[in-house]
């Protein structure tokens, strides 16, 4: 897996921006990764135009559970730190960087996910180290995957880390 440079514009502009939704329905996106995760789950890492989604979907195809991050969400839940319900944990964070440090966290992240065939890193044209970048952890009993948004004009890295309880349904409140 290498960093898939997309040819749309970078479009987040900053942290505080990002929103959180859980529920909602597929939104378009530039890039998808399909991965399984076995007992007939399939997970889509998706790269939005403005941050991501992640849907978890039942052998069927149907959505079990879907996490959107993104900066375009009206009347979606402002970035929470954590989150904690029945089969659902969330888990986010904003790391403001030096111009110099936040190249080479972004370097780093990048070449540790190269390798990883349950990644998905995506930089945008025109904006040096502007990254979203997805990976899927699977344990026995649970789903789990993280998120990085760098921010390079702000300065900010944005980490999330969610973990599903296999089977979990969308009933997660925003």
Avoid at 17 to 41: N, S
Avoid at 85 to 100: K, M
Avoid at 143 to 161: K, M, N
């Amino acid at each position: 897996m290498t960093v898939q440079e997309i040819s749309v514009a970078f479009a987040d502009v900053r942290a505080a921006t990002l929103r959180w939704a859980v529920g909602l329905p597929e939104r378009v996106a530039l890039v998808t990764r399909t991965l399984e995760a076995g007992h007939g789950v399939v997970v889509d890492l998706r790269v939005l135009g403005a941050s991501h989604q992640v849907l978890v979907r039942d052998a069927a195809g149907d959505v079990l559970l879907s996490e959107t991050v993104a900066c375009d969400l009206p009347g979606a839940a402002a970035m929470p730190e954590q989150i904690g319900a029945p089969g659902y944990d969330f888990t986010s964070g904003v790391e403001r960087l030096e111009a110099d440090d936040l190249v080479a966290r972004v370097d780093v992240l990048t070449s540790s996910l190269a390798d990883d065939p349950d990644a998905l890193v995506v930089s945008f044209p025109g904006v040096p180290h502007a990254v979203t970048a997805l990976a899927l952890r699977l344990t026995p009993d649970a789903i789990s995957w993280e998120s990085w948004h760098a921010y390079p004009q702000t300065g900010e890295l944005v980490h999330t880390t969610t973990r599903a309880t296999t089977g979990v349904s969308a009933d997660v409140r925003n």
